[in-house]
Structures are given as C-alpha cells and as structure tokens.
C-alpha cells in the first residue's frame, strides 16, 4: 500500500529565515498531495494542495513543490514568522477504488523570534 | 458557519465501559472519516464512509465500530474500549472522494481509557 514519509520531525528556525519541509511517496499512481497546519491544541487545517499535473504551486509566503519522477513533494515557507510554529503533515492520495489519503508522520516547526 | 462538530472534546472512561464520540458535519459532505493522531505516528484512519450507509475499514480499524445512517452524522463508537485507545481522535469530511478536495476536521476529543 501507499507509504508517506516526511521529513525532518523537527525543524527549528530563526524568524524571517526559510523552512522546507520534505515528504516521499511510494504509490507513483498518487495524484493530490495537500499540506495541513496543526497549531498547538487545534485541528489540522488545509493550508496548500497541488495536484499531480502541476509542478509548483505558491500561495504567498507558501509554496509546495512536486516531483513526480522522483516521488517526493515539499513544503517551502518563506519569511517565516513565529506563527508559523506548528505541526505540518504532509499526505498523498492512494490509488484504487477507495482513493484513501495517506498522512505523514508530522513536522514540528518553531520559528524563534 | 460551515463546520464539523465533534463531542465531547475530553473523555476519561474506564476499561470496557461502551463509549460514542459523535460527528456532525453541516455541509452535505459525502465523505466522513476518523482518524486517531498519536505521537510520532501521525494520523492514521480508523473507518470511513463513502455515503449514507456506505462505511469501510481504514489502517486501524480493531475495536471500534461506526455508522452512517444520516448524511450528516458518523458516530464513533467503541464497545470496549482498552488503554491502547487512549488516543487524539479526529472526525473529518470533505465534499467528493476520500480527502481529494481537501478535509475540513473537527475540534478533536481527547480520550484516556484507564
């Protein structure tokens, strides 16, 4: 079955620095790859998708990357800001009747003022 | 306000003791999913359901138990809960096929099982 790896499980950076966040899939029949932003004690929330016919896809200072030859997406947050500290997991879609969404294991970003 | 609503949001209960988390959604949603989140391992799907009265397993489905008899609602239900379900669940729903235009979660409930 579908496997989602993602890393790293902690990234720490300074404030208005870069983080990126990676994640690889197995299924290569994988088309919809969304990103979910889960702040302490809340829900994940969807902040960016992209589906397998593009490549990049950006949404201010949030962009997601996709290489399908390779099988791995990433998640790019520039200019980051000390809310941006969170838990980030990135998920792929399965293939099959089902087309399950499949998580990764989460990334905790603290952004350090 | 478009939502997904999950009760109750803490529950302590003891071994064996039936339990129910309900989930309502309010969008006409077709799919409904749980998921349980535990540390390190991210979230992992319990059942989900395609529509009314269309439910299948997930990646761990041992030990609860669910249904679909009104769009709007997927309880969760646990016959006999034990500790190894202490856990952060999650009720979610997203319009078309399973999580492919994105999820919109509930609050989440926090059950300890002792």
């Known amino acids: 079955g579908e496997n989602v790896e993602q890393h790293p499980s902690t990234l720490s950076v300074q404030e208005g620095d870069s983080a990126v966040i990676k994640c690889t899939y197995s299924d290569s029949a994988s088309n919809y790859f969304p990103w979910y932003k889960q702040e302490l004690g809340k829900r994940p929330q969807l902040i960016i998708d992209?589906?397998?016919?593009?490549g990049e896809k950006k949404d201010q200072r949030i962009a997601v990357t996709l290489n399908k030859t390779a099988k791995h997406f990433s998640l790019h947050i520039t200019e980051t800001q000390p809310e941006d500290s969170a838990v980030y997991f990135c998920a792929a879609s399965s293939s099959g009747n089902t087309d399950k969404l499949i998580f990764g294991t989460g990334t905790r970003l603290q952004v350090f003022p | 306000e478009a939502q997904v609503t999950q009760n109750p949001r803490y529950l302590i209960t003891v071994t064996g003791k039936k339990l129910t988390v309900t989930c309502s959604q309010n969008?006409?949603?077709?799919?409904m999913s749980w998921y349980r989140q535990d540390p390190g391992l991210g979230l992992r799907q319990i059942y989900y359901?395609?529509?009314?009265?269309?439910?299948d397993k997930g990646d761990v489905p041992e030990g609860y138990k669910v249904s679909r008899k009104e769009k709007r609602n997927f309880p969760l239900i646990l016959e006999s809960p034990s500790p190894n379900q202490t856990s952060l669940y999650f009720c979610?729903?997203?319009?078309?096929?399973?999580?492919?235009?994105?999820?919109?979660f509930g609050s989440g409930t926090r059950l300890t099982v002792v």
């Open positions: 359901s395609m529509n009314v009265e269309v439910t």
């Open positions: 979610a729903s997203s319009p078309h096929r399973q999580g492919s235009y994105g999820y919109t």
């Open positions: 969008m006409n949603h077709e799919y």
């Open positions: 992209i589906r397998s016919n593009v």
